[in-house]
């Protein structure tokens, strides 16, 4: 069993930044691959970065130059020069094996935190 536990969202203006942090605990050692996910009001749940623990990553088009994901125990999202099209609950999750290209669905992930609201105004 996985427990994930998100924190560090808020509002910020455009063009700040924010660091999410997801803190993993229980069986973390059988954790291949970690990810975040946002969703925008009327939106789909969208994949934005992913890492796994050999330290691959992955990035969405959109976030690509300004996010950056890393990892220890706690798995965190650097959000530099954000803009308001970045709005959306983020939230982090965790997939037991690897997903390959199945890391963007959703529906593969074996454990989900609550989630955090960013809002970043114009």
């Known amino acids: 069993q996985v427990q994930l536990v998100e924190s560090g969202g808020g509002s910020v203006q455009a063009g700040g930044s924010l660091r999410l942090s997801c803190a993993a605990s229980g069986s973390i050692g059988s954790i291949n691959t970690m990810s975040w996910f946002r969703q925008a009001p009327g939106k789909r749940r969208e994949l934005v970065a992913s890492?796994?623990?050999?330290g691959s990553t992955y990035y969405a088009d959109s976030v690509k130059g300004r996010f950056t994901i890393s990892r220890d125990n706690t798995i965190y999202l650097q959000m530099n020069s954000l803009k308001p099209e970045d709005t959306a609950v983020y939230y982090c999750a965790a997939a037991l094996r690897a997903l390959g290209t199945l890391k963007s669905q959703a529906l593969n992930y074996d454990y989900w935190g609550q989630g955090t609201q960013v809002t970043v105004s114009s």
């Open positions: 890492i796994t623990s050999g």
